[in-house]
T-cell receptor
Framework: RKEVEQDPGPFNVPEGATVAFNCTYS??????FFWYRQDCRKEPKLLMS???SGNEDGRFTAQLNRASQYISLLIRDSKLSDSATYLC???????????FGSGTKLNVKP | DVKVTQSSRYLVKRTGEKVFLECVQD?????MFWYRQDPGLGLRLIYF???????EKGDIPEGYSVSREKKERFSLILESASTNQTSMYLC?????????????FGSGTQLSVL
């Protein structure tokens, strides 16, 4: 079983839609959680960290559910420029051990 | 801003060649990483280094070695390239302190081994 699992998508949504991605992790000792964005043939870039209390950055909201071992990313009012692959990343209680989901592809269409 | 620079964006090599991938960071971070990324498999850790001359194997170290002679530079070496090492290679550094350590990536090297 993979340490981190994501629905690969693609999610095809119209501009202005709200879309949500989930990610599950297998190790309950996981300490830190992140969402990264990756454009085609580019490197992953940090979108946001995910905190237990949930956090918001503009149109993006991230939530952590430790009991069920999943994290989520909500994107409101989708823009064409949000089209990318979104990677869920978990740090397993070891500062140098990061586990990556395979990514969820989002296509925002006009 | 953290800057992580990989020396080549695209490389084409032949089977059996020795290949060097270079990575330089400008943030004085202790920890540096090499990952490879393949479709459907996500990012997999090859090696990481937590200090000059210090290294540890990741999940898929076979066929690779690394070198960290200076803090800012971390090199990945393919001793004898094989076709199954065709992949996107990503170097990363980790921020330190605050309990919210994050990874910062270089722009990647797409390596094709023919």
């Amino acid at each position: 079983r993979k340490e981190v699992e994501q629905d690969p998508g693609p999610f095809n949504v119209p501009e202005g839609a709200t879309v949500a991605f989930n990610c599950t992790y297998s190790n309950s000792a996981s300490q830190s959680f992140f969402w990264y964005r990756q454009d085609c043939r580019k490197e992953p870039k940090l979108l946001m960290s995910v905190y237990s209390s949930g956090n918001e950055d503009g149109r993006f909201t991230a939530q952590l559910n430790r009991a069920s071992q999943y994290i989520s990313l909500l994107i409101r009012d989708s823009k064409l420029s949000d089209s990318a692959t979104y990677l869920c990343v978990v740090n397993m209680n070891n500062f140098n051990k990061f586990y990556f989901g395979s990514g969820t592809k989002l296509n925002v269409k006009p | 801003d953290v800057k992580v620079t990989q020396s080549s964006r695209y490389l084409v090599k032949r089977t059996g060649e020795k290949v060097f991938l270079e990575c330089v960071q400008d943030m004085d971070h202790e920890n540096m990483f090499w990952y490879r990324q393949d479709p459907g498999l996500g990012l997999r850790l090859i090696y990481f280094s937590y200090d000059v001359k210090m290294k540890e194997k990741g999940d898929i170290p076979e066929g690779y070695s690394v070198s960290r002679e200076k803090k800012e530079r971390f090199s990945l070496i393919l001793e004898s390239a094989s076709t199954n090492q065709t992949s996107m290679y990503l170097c990363a550094t980790r921020s330190e302190g605050g309990g919210d350590e994050k990874l910062f990536f270089g722009s990647g090297t797409q390596l094709s081994v023919l």
